[in-house]
């Protein structure tokens, strides 16, 4: 794997983390020890854990209705939970995403916490039933509400550090151009998703960020982490498994729904890049961010591929003969996505999105053939 070339003391690492520089040639732009000379992280390190807060929490989470089911992966030691399709709303308790993790030898590696304190903590519960191994790290996709919110009880149960690649540090970035940024999106979900998400609920930002790609091992297995953003988030990443070949491919690949596309920093050309990459990985068994997980990439990518595809040919023929947007959208077809969940919440955002993204390629090809 190849690793990219680092910055030197990026100016904002002091304000977010605590912890000692990762080593000059090493993947991680930060990390709180456990690094070796190769620049794989092994371990979380038994280093002074105060500033990371793992004191007991302010009150009980709030119980949930429905039990999470673990599933896992055939002959591995990789489990799963999948989220309800649509959007998060208090019929589906906030649990639209999916989330795993991998039971090592040297302790576990959970991807992703679910989209409340309180799935973050069944999905813990549910960790502790299986092993009694101790929660190692915890990698997050990205930074969307519906895959983080979960992440506090983590921080606050275990000493596990949080990975994730550092554009993630923007989430609550004044300026953020993600729709999902934190601050809004936290009050509409205390709204929304009373009372699992409430005044208890805080954002946990990683403490251990990396750049294009980066690799962790813990016990026998490897986790290579390699960043497909900016595509449905600033911060896409996805994780292989090895040796089994499982992959956690985060939102880059989303089944049964309409992925949400309606944000400034959706890029379409890079998402269906990431497509492309994860058949490249030739994974035996991949977890989307949400919806079924599949033995088969072509199956697992086609879904979200021709989706993006047919917004984005129905949106270039708009750009390009000039068609006002209300227009266009009125024009297309839209029936074979209709009575897909999360249609009447994202379609239309989705497609404008789109609109402004090809509008703004036409124009820099524009400029740059005068
Ligand atoms: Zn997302
Ligand atoms: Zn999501």
Redesign the pocket.
């Known amino acids: 794997m190849v690793f990219s070339a680092l910055p030197t003391d990026p100016p904002w690492l002091a304000d977010t983390c605590c912890g000692d520089p990762a080593p000059r040639g090493s993947p991680w732009l930060f990390a709180r020890g456990g690094i070796n000379r190769r620049g794989i992280l092994t371990c979380a390190a038994a280093a002074p854990l105060a500033a990371w807060s793992t004191g007991a929490r302010a009150q009980p989470y709030a119980p949930l209705i429905e039990d999470l089911v673990v599933q896992q992966v055939p002959g591995a030691p990789i489990y799963y939970v999948l989220g309800h399709a649509g959007v998060p709303s208090k019929a589906n308790e906030g649990h639209t995403s999916n989330a795993g993790f991998v039971v090592t030898d040297g302790g576990v590696v959970v991807f992703d916490t679910l989209g409340t304190p309180s799935l973050g903590n069944a999905l813990l519960q549910k960790i502790m039933g299986i092993t009694d191994k101790p929660v190692r790290h915890v990698v997050l996709s990205?930074y969307?509400a519906?895959?983080i919110y979960g992440l506090q009880a983590f921080r606050d149960e275990t000493k596990a550090s949080i990975l994730a690649q550092y554009k993630s540090l923007d989430y609550t970035a004044a300026g953020n151009i993600d729709d999902?940024a934190a601050g809004p999106r936290l009050e509409q979900r205390r709204e929304a998703l009373a009372p699992w998400v409430n005044a208890d609920t805080r954002i946990v930002l990683p403490e251990v960020v990396f750049r294009v790609a980066a690799e962790l091992r813990v016990g026998a297995h490897q986790f290579q982490l390699v960043y497909a953003g900016p595509a449905?988030?600033m911060s896409d990443l996805m994780m292989l498994i090895l040796p089994e070949r499982v992959l956690f491919a985060g939102?880059i690949v989303q089944n049964g729904r309409i992925p949400?596309m309606a944000s400034a920093a959706v890029n379409t050309r890079n998402w269906l890049a990431g497509l492309h990459q994860v058949a490249a990985f030739e994974p035996r068994f991949i977890i989307p961010?949400h919806g079924k997980p599949s033995a088969s990439a072509a199956e697992a990518i086609a879904f979200t591929d021709e989706y993006i595809r047919f917004v984005r040919a129905a949106m270039g023929d708009a750009v390009a003969q000039w068609v006002e947007f209300g227009d266009a959208y009125k024009a297309v077809d839209w029936a074979r996505y209709r009575d897909i969940p999360a249609f009447s919440a994202s379609n239309r955002g989705n497609a404008y999105r789109v609109f402004l993204e090809l509008e703004a390629e036409a124009l820099s090809a524009e400029s740059g053939r005068k």
């Open positions: 990205h969307h519906d895959h999902e449905h988030s939102d949400f961010g």
